[in-house]
């Protein structure tokens, strides 16, 4: 059990085996690094006959990932940190035959001034309490997907961390904004597969310590009778300065029309789940402002005095006459006017895009030793859109136009070489965006 208390947040947490009779498989970190702080839940399966496990090596590298590669981005940050430990654990279990098939599920949680970036693979589950709810940020329901053996086959869906070379986790785009007493919860499918929303609802509404809530949450598991690996963390908020809630739960269609689906193969319905449903069905915060009466009653006056408008400027409002326009006489001739007065530009030396194929294992940080351009001016070039992945990540095979004259490479940009130094563009380039480059442009065209 681990419990800390911070400026803006506490958070507590603890792993246990449950009652089996073999290891703990789930292993949990919380660090703060470069990215911001970080929470994160491993639930792996046993590692054969190697004496390393699965999710401590996964978790290890996770780490490793956040606490030396600083990404502007905090969801790219998660996201590239489970693709890049899944590389990893692929890799290393194709080499090391005792690792015996790894099968993970991840939860991370980063929170970077006070907001919350989640990135999930398998069944890991990560849940928010508003002080009245509780919301699923992100359900797996891949376990459902995976076993048995009427298990369904899907190529979208049902994947863990080390079974593929390649994976897509679900990620949060938007940051969560919690309020003051507001709760996310990590936790593995070991808790949340014999716990229900009720039973958690009556525990984190209760004014007991953080502390006491996580040992309360395991030990109801325990007393479940679960037989698999029970791993809980907590993160309370508080001295916040943000005065409206925000958050956008990972939803995969897929995943529930499959999990419908096994429920039908094993004689159940989908109202055998009314938490999983409730949950599902409540999450959105939007919906619930406009169920208060107030908002409901402005959207009816509103929509009143809509339709009234309409009624008027179709049938009752006259409008001025047309004014006629004359065209443009010579319009050639006044642009070649305007050209005249505009100033002629020093002549410079504007090296030409650089094409390059994006190779096996690269990335952003790879490219830029290469070729001294910040990921962004190449994200952002015209000729790259729609070139990389939905993380705006490079994709291996595929060419890209390299703009050097961003470059802070003397050799591949002799005039603007120093414009895109690291004392402009910053040590991690977090300079360079459209106003940096708007300055540039105005400068020197």
Known sequence: MANKKLKNFEYANHSSKGKSTGINTDELAFFECINGFVFIICDGNASGSSDVKPSALTTE???????????????????????????????????????????????????????????????????????????????????????????????????????????????????????????????????????????????????????????????????????????????????????????????????????????????????????????????????????????????LVLGILLVVYMFYDLFLYNPVPPVKYEPLINREQQIEELRDEVPASPEFNIPEDRIYTVQSGDNWSRIYTQFGVCSWFIRNHPPNQGKFDSADNPVAGSRINIPVVYSSRSDLNPDFYQEFSTEKTGSRCENANQKFLDNFKESHF
């Open 61 to 299: 590298r996770l780490k490793y990932y956040l606490e030396n590669e600083f990404v502007e981005n905090p969801s790219d940050a998660v996201y590239n940190a489970l693709v890049y430990a899944n590389g990893f654990i692929y890799e290393y279990a194709r080499k090391n035959p005792e690792f015996n098939n790894p099968r993970m599920s991840c939860s991370v949680l980063l929170i970077r001034n006070n907001l919350a970036y989640y990135c999930v693979v398998g069944n890991s589950g990560i849940k928010f309490f508003n002080g009245k709810k509780i919301f699923y940020l992100a359900k797996g329901d891949d376990s459902v997907i995976n076993s048995g053996e009427n298990a369904a086959d899907f190529s979208s869906g049902g994947y863990f961390l080390g079974e593929k070379q390649n994976i897509v986790p679900d990620v949060n785009r938007e940051p969560l904004v919690a309020l003051n007493d507001d709760m996310i919860m990590l936790c593995s499918d070991g808790f949340s597969d014999v716990v229900s929303e009720k039973q958690v609802l009556k525990i984190l509404g209760d004014p007991m310590p953080v502390q006491t809530k996580v040992y309360r949450l395991t030990d109801m598991a325990m007393r479940a009778g679960n037989e698999d690996n029970i791993t809980v963390q907590l993160i309370a908020f508080y001295n916040l300065d943000h005065t409206e809630r925000k958050f956008v739960p990972l939803r995969s269609k897929g995943k529930k029309m499959i999990r419908d689906m096994n429920l039908r193969r094993k004689g159940k319905s989908d109202d055998s789940s009314d938490d999983y449903k409730s949950s599902q069905t409540e999450f959105n915060p939007i919906l619930e402002k406009l169920e208060k009466p107030a908002v409901k009653y402005t959207l």
